[in-house]
């Protein structure tokens, strides 16, 4: 029997997000049907999806996109909205204006002190491309510490320069975007930006800062040993590279429904710090609830194991409860 499910990485567009273009998404809007409709709902149809797949918690963010100081407040007002509606059934991760620095802390405390959300979920790069290893970004790495929540580095589109330089070349448009974005790049690079948090001390410094990362782990735990061998070249000091993974870095299974990247993520990694997730809407939960059903037959996890991935490090890590009944 399937334990109940807290998934973590499930998405909306908030009203402010509708107001400026969506074109990044066009491969998405034009390969999964009614997935623009499922993105805005905050409701009845996320409700529906939701007891589809045995989900009875949805911690709910905003989907990728940059977005302004004021679109990012505008964008928590309306999900705590739809928290306050059904506060058994959805939590809320603040989305951060990323590409303004300096306003993310004070809207980050604001999120989680006066709307009670439970962490944040921030886009991977700033506008411009670049990444949050920077002092710029210390506070707000320094406020999840502070308030004892989690940020959730979460894949962004490429800068068109990025782009240009990966992604673009002798296949169609429509590859090049797949690969920019969720078909590969967005994996890497998220792996590049936790290599780059660790390269600058940023761990040293914020010894429990809690990160999460989705998509089994953005490629990191099967480069894991690679990693741990080759970055004492780096000049880090303190800890290694998977002494901090094993302490300050969470993961989610979100977007993968295939029980074989887990096969090898339970022989590096604790498994207190592995999460079930979707990323709704662009993953079903139908088919999260197939994968989970396939987890348990694997023979991979006892039961306690399949439990605390299903939705106990959840609670633990969030700070929610998970309706049992």
């Not at 059904?86 to 809207?107: I, K």
């Not at 009670?116 to 506070?139: T, W």
């Not at 240009?164 to 974005?181: E, P, Q, R, V």
């Amino acid at each position: 029997m399937v334990p109940p499910l807290i998934a973590l990485e499930e998405h909306f567009f908030s009203e402010a997000m509708l107001t400026g273009p969506t074109d990044k998404y066009s491969e998405q809007f034009k390969h999964t049907a009614g997935i623009l409709q499922r993105l805005t709902d905050v409701g009845d149809i996320r409700l529906k999806h939701m007891d589809a797949g045995e989900i009875v918690l949805q911690v709910v963010s905003h989907a990728p996109g940059h977005m302004s100081h004021s679109q990012c407040v505008s964008a928590n007002n309306q999900l705590v909205e739809a928290v306050k509606a059904h506060p058994d059934r959805f939590a809320g991760f603040a989305v951060l204006p990323v590409s303004e620095p300096e306003n993310c802390a004070g809207e980050f405390t604001r999120c989680v002190q006066e709307l009670g959300f439970v962490g944040a979920l921030i886009d991977n790069h700033a506008r411009d491309g670049g990444y949050f290893d920077g002092e710029e970004y210390f506070e707000m790495f320094k406020t999840a510490q502070d308030l004892d929540v989690p940020i959730y580095l979460h894949p962004t589109f490429p800068t068109d320069a990025m782009a240009s330089m990966l992604y673009t070349g002798n296949f169609s448009k429509g590859a090049s975007i797949s690969m920019g974005s969720s078909g590969w790049g967005w994996h890497s690079d998220v792996a590049i930006h936790i290599l780059r948090l660790f390269a600058a001390g940023l761990f040293e410094r914020l010894p429990r800062l809690k990160i999460i990362i989705g998509h089994m782990g953005e490629m990191i735990p099967f480069m894991l040993a690679r990693i741990d061998m080759l970055s004492p070249r780096w000049g880090v000091p303190g800890r290694t590279f998977t002494e901090i993974y094993q302490s300050n870095i969470y993961l989610t299974t979100s977007g993968y429904w295939s029980v074989d990247p887990l096969a090898c993520i339970l022989r590096n990694t604790k498994i207190d710090h592995i999460l079930y997730s979707v990323d709704y809407p662009f993953g079903t939960n139908e088919d999260g609830l197939v994968f989970f059903k396939a987890l348990e037959k694997s023979g991979l996890v006892t039961q306690e194991q399949l439990e605390m991935i299903a939705y106990k490090n959840a609670e633990k890590l969030l700070r929610v409860k998970a309706r049992t009944t």
